[in-house]
């Protein structure tokens, strides 16, 4: 069973920088496409990136894009997301997701196996 635990989360200022990280064990084959998802109170879940692990492609919400970067160390079997230019709007708890299947994106339909969450919380 693939399992993922996400770490790295915390509070920060507007205008600050975190690192969030996602260790991913229990593959018994190759590993698909890894995202990251967020989640604020009495919102709908968003897709925030992606990363395919096969070519690296990333994909990123237009929210994030210039300011979040997906990164992944496949010798490792952890994706990282670093977010820089923090935001108040950025605040949710973040969640790590892989995929079971080819393909990547970021519908969260799209993935089988998610982690606990970490939370991210931007104070102005």
């Known amino acids: 069973q693939v399992q993922l635990v996400e770490s790295g989360g915390g509070s920060v200022q507007a205008g600050g920088s975190l690192r969030l990280s996602c260790a991913a064990s229990?593959?018994?084959?190759?590993?698909?496409?890894m995202g990251w998802f967020r989640q604020a109170p009495g919102k709908e879940r968003e897709g925030v990136a992606a990363?395919?692990?096969?070519?690296?492609?990333?994909y990123y919400a237009g929210s994030v894009k210039g300011r979040f970067t997906i990164s992944q160390d496949n010798a490792k079997n952890t994706v990282y997301l670093q977010m820089n230019s923090l935001k108040p709007g950025d605040t949710a708890m973040y969640y790590c997701?892989?995929?079971?299947?080819w393909g990547c994106g970021l519908r969260g339909y799209e993935y089988t196996y998610w982690g606990q969450g970490t939370q991210v919380t931007v104070s102005s």
């Open positions: 997701a892989a995929r079971a299947t």
């Open positions: 229990g593959y018994t084959g190759s590993r698909n496409c």
């Open positions: 990363i395919y692990p096969g070519d690296s492609s990333t």
